[in-house]
């Protein structure tokens, strides 16, 4: 168990609204990952943070945003939610050894 | 470009029956391979990992995985499954032993009772 939870597992918004996702990790790891999950598409990552306040992009981050201002939180904002974001979300830390552990995820729907 | 590929996209056996999931990879270096389950509803767990050494690795759950440099391949493998055993599976490296992973598009289990 890495200690990684996710909040809120589950939500529904409309289009338009802005949308906040948290992971909280109790065992201060540096790397930090969020992934979006689709059918067919396997995980993408969208951001990852290799530090407090450092954070880099991934292949769909467009639309998405990633806020870390204390090494256990990693916040992932979408700033106009749409109907293309809905999706399962996944966070992660990165072990020393490069592997990486996953929280249970957010099934976030849009309408 | 670097990639991982997993082949299968569902695999169907019979419970009791041997499996074993292929996964391919591009890398130059000796990478770092990964083999992940995801049961529905779950998050990713790691099963097991290869870093160096011996090319067989023993995972959780009764799982093995043998890295063959000649072939690019890391397969994972379980004698004898388990209903239990009906899950998502993929397949990761990182990227140059950077910051990011590259996960295969995964290979869905299904076991026959």
């Known amino acids: 168990d890495a200690g990684i939870t996710q909040s809120p597992r589950h939500k529904v918004t409309e289009t338009g609204t802005p949308v906040t996702l948290r992971c909280h990790q109790t065992?201060?790891?540096?790397?930090m990952y969020w992934y979006r999950q689709d059918p067919g598409h396997g995980l993408r990552l969208i951001h990852y943070?290799?530090?407090?306040?450092?954070?880099d992009k991934g292949e769909v981050s467009d639309g998405y945003s990633v806020s870390r201002s204390k090494t256990e939180d990693f916040l992932l904002t979408l700033e106009s939610a749409t109907s293309s974001q809905t999706s399962v979300y996944f966070c992660?830390?990165?072990?020393?050894?490069?592997?990486?552990?996953f929280g249970p995820g957010t099934r976030l729907t849009v309408t | 470009a670097q990639s991982v590929t997993q082949p299968d996209i569902h695999i169907t056996v019979s419970e009791g029956a041997s499996l074993e999931l292929r996964c391919n990879y591009s890398y130059g270096a000796t990478p770092y391979l990964f083999w992940y389950v995801q049961s529905p509803g779950q998050g990713l767990q790691l099963l097991l990992k290869y870093f160096s050494g011996d090319t067989l690795v023993q995972g959780i759950k009764g799982f093995e995985a043998e890295f063959k440099r000649s072939q690019s391949s890391f397969n994972l493998r379980k004698p004898s499954v388990h209903w239990s055993d009906a899950a998502e599976y993929f397949c990761?490296?990182?990227?140059?032993?950077?910051?990011?992973?590259?996960f295969g598009k995964g290979t869905r289990l299904h076991i026959l009772p």
């Open positions: 990761a490296a990182p990227m140059n032993r950077d910051d990011k992973i590259i």
């Open positions: 992660a830390i990165r072990a020393t050894s490069h592997e990486q552990y």
């Open positions: 065992e201060n790891h540096r790397y």
């Open positions: 943070s290799y530090g407090v306040k450092d954070t």
